[in-house]
């Protein structure tokens, strides 16, 4: 078979598929996709948009900026200085002394769909079988799935300017919509960075989400004793949910 009609059966039979068989996105993020499927999110109107919407594992952001977004009923966790999405209550959230979301990532592997078609040998038929495994990829789940952009290590001077900069942007948010809350976000979110993040800086990686704030909710990732993927934390007064 030859490279052009291989692909126009793939094509072919992708479509086929997309029609028949649930989203590949069910094998890498089930909880999401088993979500979807509740009948009471089938076509319900969004009120605000007045738009009728198909819940489905992945959509538009609102803002129309092209950022996947999870849907399906569960409450998605925004930052409050850029807007950007940066977790959701999809993934096994745990409450650190009522400060910080963490959360246990896993890796997980994308690629192009197997459709089952055998592959005649030969240097053409070669080509395009490896083609596909061209385009598998292993990806850390929640980084993939909110398009986390990684902006590397910090030292210790740079961790507490960030610091500075954000709990003061949080701090005042607080401050006008919950005070009782304020001073005890400040002496645990505090004590936090001076215990955990300070003191194991150089295994710790930031990642801001897709608009790049590097000013506003930096997702926190290290590895964990003889984890063989990253756990990751986040600040929860910097966040603010939405339900979709």
């Given at each position: ?10 094509a ?18 089930p909880?999401v ?34 950022t ?39 890796h ?61 942007t ?41 608009s ?19 756990t ?13």
């Open positions: 078979m030859s490279r052009r009609s291989l692909l126009a059966c793939l072919l039979c992708a479509a086929h598929a997309h029609a028949s068989f649930p989203s590949p996105y069910s094998a890498l993020y909880a996709y088993a979500s979807s499927l509740s009948p009471a999110g089938q076509g319900q109107v969004d009120s605000s948009r007045g738009s009728s919407i198909t819940r489905c594992p992945w959509g538009m952001s609102s803002s129309g900026s092209g996947m977004r999870l849907r399906g009923g569960m409450i998605i966790y925004k930052d409050i200085s850029s807007g950007d999405e940066m977790i959701s209550d999809s993934f096994q959230l745990q409450d650190i002394d009522d400060v910080l979301f963490k959360v246990k990532t896993k997980i592997t994308k690629g192009a769909l197997d459709v089952g078609i055998a592959v005649n040998q030969g240097e053409e038929d070669g080509d395009a079988a490896e083609g596909l495994d061209d385009q598998v990829e292993k990806v850390i789940d929640v980084i993939d799935a909110f398009r986390l952009q990684t902006i590397g290590a910090f030292d210790k001077k740079g961790a507490l300017a960030w610091a500075k900069t954000y709990l003061k949080i701090k005042e948010r607080l401050d006008k919509e919950n005070p009782e809350r304020s001073q005890q976000f400040q002496e645990k979110s505090q004590k936090w960075i001076k215990e955990v993040l300070l003191k194991d800086i150089d295994n710790f990686e930031f990642y801001t989400g897709p790049f704030n590097t000013e506003g909710s930096l997702a926190m990732f290290t590895y964990e004793g003889e984890d063989i993927s990253p990751m934390y986040l600040f929860k007064d910097g966040l603010i949910e939405e339900k979709c």
